[in-house]
């Protein structure tokens, strides 16, 4: 793939699943890799198997501070950040009915203003530099809703609308904006979610065209796509990597 070689890329909540994935993908393909958590040990641990160069950085995406220390940590140590991944992410499946403030404002805190506050703090060097990609993890959820996920799928389509309008802001300094939409992907949060239910992951597989959830290696696969040279007519778009699940 063309284009991210050299490159250093943030990537946050890498530390395990469809985070890691992304990272490995990016280590593969020749970038340099920050891998950002809020969990420092996996962090280190994705960051020594990536080698590469890969380093480890603490971040709460929830914590302004936090993440202005990330970037400049990742800056100091590697240089300018080209490409940002806004993976990290959290949400608690139950009705609505039955869901609790503060279930929303952690929901809220991590998966929409999360991706805010880091899109900020990586900007004003792209823009001086004319140059830069910025991929979010959104999800089906946020294009078509979810049942038990009313506020992550709020948070989700915020995402989406945040990005196409500052796709819009940033083009005319040649950085690129772009969500990638996982449908059911098997992430140690989908099997806490199915805890075990058999069923319910045959019924998920039984409703994929293509008969399978998905492995962060897909998503992974599309983010490196959009981070690389040879999107680079392309912003402001969604991409859902849901084996057809959704068609929109």
């Known amino acids: 793939m063309k284009g991210l070689e050299g490159k250093v890329a943030l990537v946050t909540g890498a530390g395990r699943g469809i985070g890691k994935a992304i990272a490995t993908r990016f280590a ?15 962090a280190s641990a994705t960051a020594t198997t990536l080698g590469h160069g890969a380093i480890a950085v603490r971040m709460d995406v929830t914590d302004t501070a936090s993440v202005a220390r990330a970037v400049a940590d990742v800056a100091e140590r590697l240089g300018a950040i080209d490409v940002l991944v806004n993976n990290a992410g959290w949400d608690k499946v139950e009705p609505f009915v039955k869901s609790q403030e503060e279930t929303w404002d952690r929901v809220i805190a991590i998966n929409l203003k999360g991706p805010i506050r880091c899109a900020r703090a990586v900007l004003d060097s792209m823009i001086e530099r004319r140059a830069g990609k910025i991929v979010s993890i959104g999800s089906d959820a946020g294009r078509t809703g979810s049942t038990g996920e009313a506020v992550y799928s709020a948070a989700k389509a915020g995402v989406i609308g945040f990005s196409k309008t500052l796709a819009r802001e940033v083009a005319r300094y040649r950085i690129n904006v772009n969500v990638v939409c996982p449908g059911p992907t098997n ?11 058999d069923k319910l992951m045959a019924a998920l597989k039984q409703a994929i065209p293509l008969g399978r959830t998905g492995e962060p290696d897909d998503i992974a696969a599309a983010v490196a796509f959009l981070a690389s040279e040879d999107a680079g007519f392309i912003t402001g778009q969604t991409l859902s990597v849901s084996g057809g699940l959704t068609m929109i």
């Not at 020749?30 to 996996?42: I, L, M, W």
């Open 187 to 197: 992430t140690p949060l989908l099997q806490e979610i199915a805890g075990g239910n």
């Open 28 to 42: 593969d393909e020749g970038a340099r890799v920050a891998v950002a958590d809020v969990d420092e040990s996996t």
